[in-house]
């Protein structure tokens, strides 16, 4: 996966579309987790727009038993 030439293991933040693709987690499975937990760490918001900040999601997924 590579978006504007810098690959999505190394961005500071993913869109809910790359989040899934690179987590293999559906879409919807992330949408639900954001509106369970819209003041969630590894959120950003930009108005409208939701981003996924990576490591820190990374963090969240390690310390999970299930989804």
Known sequence: MNTNGIPVW???VLT???AAE???IGENK???LI???PSANYLLWIGNRTLI?????ENFV???DSL
């Open 53 to 57: 900040k990576r490591k820190k999601f």
């Open 16 to 18: 809910i579309e790359e």
């Open 62 to 64: 390690d310390e999970i």
């Open 10 to 12: 190394e961005k500071y």
């Open 30 to 32: 992330i949408r639900k």
């Open 35 to 37: 509106t369970s937990n």
């Open 22 to 24: 690179y987590f293999h």
